[in-house]
């Protein structure tokens, strides 16, 4: 297989290594992943995440196992283990179901090609929604986002995060509030650290926070990602995106969702039927980081973790995609991006 290097996983002189999200921005640690339980642990425990790189990472390590000479029906049995460990975002199901469709015809050699191709097509959809979405952006825009839609989140420059990327660099003056997104700190963590690296001016707030900055006319649009898109525009995100597109409806600000057409799922007709991830009580009750655990809640208090919600899709302005700018009805008439 050929070198791919992206922001966060690397395949390069024959050996696969992601970088672990969960030390950032504190450190900078990477980690060799050989095999199929490597990458299941990495993607359960949020080292690699983003909806896009999460299908990525299982078939990179299936694309490397491959090279190596491992047996077709050990491959098959690993993209089961790898779809079944995050259900939310819809790029890892589907790419673990066309890898199960390309052994059958193209055998162990043909992962590896489509590997290649995914990796590079990724790349090439965050720059057509940074293009798509950079012309919806006024300049002197004052934006929000949450979580990280960023390039830890995908091959490329991110979705989202992307463009707002691509409107810096068209020269518009663009300041992004950074929501801190709750429980796991995407935002805080990592698209601080991303905005920062990219020049790009920005305040950090509790995700509290962004109701009463909508109410004072500080913000002029909200941009986020997605996991999956339902047939009728229904959207899987991360927690916290259904409350911003709620205030952002009732404050009139637009709200924008950015999505490679790879994030669609024409097969589920709506939001109830998008499985959404719950994580451990121990996520709410306190952090474990570089520093070790703090711990506020008593251990027995009940704990509900959901990672993701659903937003509705009448709360959504338009969904940016690589092949251009969708309305509700347009989603809706197609079934999908
Ligand atoms: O739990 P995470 O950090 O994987 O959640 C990520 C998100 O919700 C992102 O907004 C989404 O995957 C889009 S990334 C381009």
Redesign the pocket.
């Known amino acids: 297989m050929q070198d791919l290097i992206g922001t966060s996983i690397q395949y390069q002189h024959k050996s696969l290594s992601v970088l672990d ?1 969960r030390w950032l921005p504190k450190k900078t640690c990477w980690r060799p992943c050989n095999t199929i339980d490597d990458m299941v642990y990495m993607i359960r425990t ?1 080292q690699i ?6 299908g990525i990472g299982a078939c990179l390590i299936l694309a490397h196992l491959a090279e190596q000479g491992m047996p077709e029906t050990a491959l098959y049995a690993g993209t089961e283990q790898l779809s079944a460990s ?1 259900p939310t ?1 819809v790029n890892l199901g589907h790419c673990m179901q066309q890898v199960q469709a390309i052994l059958q015809y193209a055998g162990p050699a043909g992962v590896v090609e489509y590997t290649e191709n995914l990796f590079a097509e990724d790349v090439r959809l965050c720059k057509k929604i940074a293009q798509h979405g950079a012309a919806l952006i006024p300049d002197k825009a004052s934006i929000l986002t ?5 390039s830890l ?2 091959a490329g420059t ?4 992307g463009v707002i990327r691509e409107a810096k660099a068209q020269g518009k003056d663009v300041h992004l509030w950074i929501s801190e ?1 709750r429980p ?1 700190l ?1 935002g805080a963590r ?1 698209t601080a650290w991303e905005a920062a690296g990219a020049g790009i001016p920005h305040t950090l707030i509790c995700d509290s926070t962004a109701a009463m900055l909508m109410a004072q006319g500080r913000t002029d649009q909200i941009w ?4 999956r898109v339902a047939a009728n525009g229904d959207t ?3 927690i916290g ?1 259904y409350a911003l597109a709620v205030s952002a409806a009732y404050h009139n600000v637009p709200f924008y969702v ?1 999505i ?1 057409h790879t ?1 669609s799922d024409s097969t589920c007709p709506d939001g109830k039927h998008i499985q959404i ?1 719950e994580r451990d009580a121990a996520e709410v009750q306190g952090v474990s980081g570089h520093a070790g655990t703090v711990t506020w809640a008593a251990p027995q208090t009940p704990v509900y973790n959901p ?2 919600d659903i937003t509705p899709a009448e709360l959504i302005t338009g969904w940016v995609s690589d092949s251009g700018v969708y309305t509700q009805q347009q989603i809706t008439e197609q079934g999908g991006i």
Not at 49 to 54: K, T
């Open positions: 999200q949020l995440r983003g909806a896009p790189l999460i995050r975002a949450h979580c990280n839609t960023g989140a995908t991110g979705t989202a995060m997104t796991l995407q990592l986020v990602g997605c996991d899987a995100n991360k995106t950015a490679p994030s991830e990672a993701f």
